[in-house]
């Protein structure tokens, strides 16, 4: 089975700031990766599909990279709005997802 | 607008059975996989269980698999999940997601459901 590492578990961050989180994957799975972010009480929203694709309504700050075993999800300039845990997935083999990334300001 | 409803969540005993229900709107069903996920309260997300668009293909994680079962309807379009033989470590809010675009479910869930809780317990 294919095991999903996200770093880092939690990250504290202000306002304005970058943030980076990585996936890694324990074999390769070319592009099939997906990002989803969920508040708390609220279902997980899809945010990024094929390592790179901007799913339609996603603001332009988040951004996917990466293909293979290792995959980061960047928010360029984050905003309250984007307190939340964030999840990657594989969809290679079959829906791994990662242990999330609490992203707290 | 594109929706997807679940229901049938509650408590249950060890042991017991529980079947939830999704029902989906907004979008041709019978083009789409359909997924169960669920979390364990203060937990991450865990994939349970994807049928296909035809229904023809199904997959479980090993977790649930010989006791869970995934099936569609395309007449009520729904998705079901018949839950048996349960234990406490079941007990999860249970999402019912839409797969994005391949028929057979290699993609990403692009619309989840509000979530129905199920409780395992004495």
């Known amino acids: 089975d294919i095991q999903m590492t996200q770093s880092p578990s939690s990250v504290s961050t202000s306002i304005g700031d970058r943030v980076t989180i990585t996936c890694r994957a324990s074999?390769?799975?070319?592009?099939?990766l997906a990002w989803y972010q969920q508040k708390p009480g609220k279902a997980p929203n899809l945010l990024i599909y094929?390592?790179?694709s901007l799913e339609s309504g996603v603001p332009s700050r988040f951004r996917g990279s990466g293909s293979g075993t290792e995959f980061t999800l960047t928010i360029s300039s984050l905003q309250p709005d984007d307190v939340a845990t964030y999840y990657c997935?594989?969809?290679?083999?079959?829906?791994?997802f990662g242990q999330g990334t609490k992203v707290e300001i | 607008e594109v929706q997807l409803l679940e229901s049938g969540g509650g408590l249950v005993q060890p042991g017991g059975s529980l079947r939830l229900s999704c029902a989906a709107s907004?979008?041709?069903?019978?083009?789409?996989?359909m997924t169960w996920v669920r979390q364990a309260p203060g937990q991450g997300l865990e994939w349970v269980s994807t049928?296909?668009?035809?229904?023809?293909?199904?997959y479980y994680a090993d977790s649930v698999k010989g006791r869970f079962t995934i099936s569609r309807d395309s007449s009520s379009d729904s998705t079901f999940l018949q839950m048996n033989s349960l234990r406490a470590d079941d007990t999860a809010v249970y999402y019912c997601?839409?797969?994005?675009?391949?028929?057979?479910?290699?993609?990403?869930?692009?619309?989840w459901g509000q979530g129905t809780m199920v409780t395992v317990s004495s």
């Open positions: 997601a839409k797969v994005r675009l391949h028929p057979g479910g290699d993609d990403a869930f692009d619309m």
């Open positions: 907004g979008f041709t069903f019978s083009s789409h996989a």
């Open positions: 049928i296909s668009a035809s229904g023809t293909r199904t």
């Open positions: 074999q390769r799975i070319s592009r099939s």
């Open positions: 094929e390592a790179s």
């Open positions: 997935q594989e969809y290679n083999t079959f829906w791994t």
